[in-house]
């Protein structure tokens, strides 16, 4: 065992926990003690700049004052009386109100994305006609680690056999285009497949949906792709479930991504970003289907710590200050210098197959070379570790590393990071 002191409450730690944690927390052996603002600080006093905010939650940075006084404020008065009504939730109905579409009117409040997911399945089966028994999803989309999340994109774990599989649909994953073609000349054919086999089956129910995949690698689907398969669910009446985890609260520099591509939900999915990391989400949709039949039965939305006065006190706090200091041209500007200098990235190094993103949501997809595109793990890694030690924390997933930085982040300092991260990338190779 190393001696240093992170090394050893790591060593500690690991005695009892379970192994399976994320893979950026595995590798890089760091024990985060504080945050201000957009950097984290391990237990050493070592600085990193939180360039996954989070896990993409901490849009105001950490530690926000004005969250903190909202929270301490609350925790002097009132932490879980079931789902009763309180102060805090009344503001959070009033502040989403102000922010999502005016038909979006109705709040499910819960604790996780996941268990929203499974609080919209409800929903849509109580309101749905019995002939429309099938939920439809995007192939590679994440919804959490539930068994109706999991079910949705037909992920199986172990021996464990699925209750029902969904339809998948094809996504617009242009870089690697299942069809080999090229957009715009494909004429969006992955977009004419989700239209005849979602929404013309009449025994789909919704289709539910990432409007900018995140786990998936931040797929930025082209407009076009959403233009035609959201008139089609409307046309045929599929309900359009949007999950808004990643994106929802200004993360795109719209409040929702659906905005930005003018997709009109019927229902939406919202959490990480909106409650400054306290455990927060929230189901919202119209009246007619979050109140139709079994699922407005009383206890049917009801959970334990749905609705616990400390989560919806930090979500009412984030949300007044994101609607206060009003971010979303600094977001859009700070989500073009990203696009520019990850071009300029994967013009100069043949192991940077793709980059993508927008607003304040980013990729890096590395690759073994740009003519195989052969996915490397490998360079991921090296890239992650190197970030790291460089006091850069980024999101590792695979081959893929995410890149989402607060909100707050002052122009000057993402430029500065940007920089340090492409002397990081002079640094990786085969071998190294």
């Not at 944690?21 to 050493?44: N, P």
């Not at 109705?106 to 939920?135: D, M, Q």
């Not at 192939?139 to 021996?159: C, E």
């Not at 460089?390 to 002052?410: C, H, M, Q, W, Y």
Request: contains cysteine.
């Amino acid at each position: 065992m190393s001696d240093s002191i992170q090394d050893q409450y790591i060593f500690e730690e690991q005695k009892h926990l379970v192994a399976g944690i994320s893979e950026e927390a595995l590798l890089s052996r760091v024990v985060l003690e504080r945050g201000e603002g957009v950097y984290v600080y391990d237990i050493e006093g070592r600085k990193y700049f939180d360039f996954a905010s989070g896990i993409f939650t901490q849009s105001l940075g950490h530690n926000n004052p004005f969250v903190r006084e909202a929270l301490h404020k609350q925790i002097e008065k009132l932490w879980n009386v079931h789902d009763f009504t309180t102060p805090p939730r009344l503001e959070c109905c009033k502040i989403l109100a102000e922010n999502l579409p005016a038909e979006i009117d109705t709040f499910c409040f819960l604790t996780t994305g996941a268990e929203a997911v499974e609080a919209a399945i409800r929903a849509i089966f109580c309101f749905a006609s019995p002939a429309r028994s099938k939920l439809a999803a995007l192939r590679y989309g994440f919804h959490g680690k539930t068994l109706g999340a999991r079910m949705l994109v037909h992920w199986k774990i172990g021996n464990n056999s699925l209750p029902a599989d969904s339809v998948l649909a094809y996504r617009a994953y242009c870089y690697r285009c299942p069809f080999s073609l090229s957009y715009p000349s494909c004429e969006i054919l992955c977009a004419q497949k989700v239209e005849a086999e979602v929404c013309q089956n009449q025994s789909v129910a919704a289709l539910f949906f990432e409007p900018i995949q995140g786990a998936g690698g931040v797929i930025v689907p082209p407009k076009e792709y959403w233009d035609i398969i959201s008139r089609a669910c409307q046309k045929n009446g599929v309900l359009l479930v949007a999950d808004e985890v990643v994106t929802g609260g200004g993360r795109v520099g719209s409040f929702l991504a659906s905005s930005y591509y003018n997709i009109n939900p019927d229902l939406v999915i919202m959490a990480k970003g909106l409650a400054s990391g306290f455990p927060f989400a929230v189901l919202a949709g119209k009246k007619e289907i979050l109140n139709s039949h079994e699922f407005s039965a009383p206890g049917s939305s009801s959970s334990t710590f749905a609705s616990n006065p400390l989560g919806l006190a930090a979500a009412a706090a984030t949300l007044k200050e994101l609607s206060r200091l009003n971010l979303g041209q600094h977001i859009v500007k700070l989500g073009e210098i990203i696009s520019i200098k990850l071009q300029q990235m994967m013009d100069e190094f043949s192991f940077v197959g793709d980059v993508r993103g927008i607003g304040l949501l980013h990729a890096i997809e590395f690759v073994e070379d740009k003519n195989s595109k052969r996915p490397s793990a490998n360079y991921a890694r090296q890239f992650f570790l190197k970030c790291i030690k460089d006091g850069i924390k980024v999101s590792l997933g695979g081959n893929i590393v995410r890149l989402a930085p607060p909100f707050i982040t002052e122009e000057n300092v993402l430029m500065e990071v940007l920089e340090r991260m492409k002397k990081v990338l002079r640094t990786i190779g085969p071998e190294k």
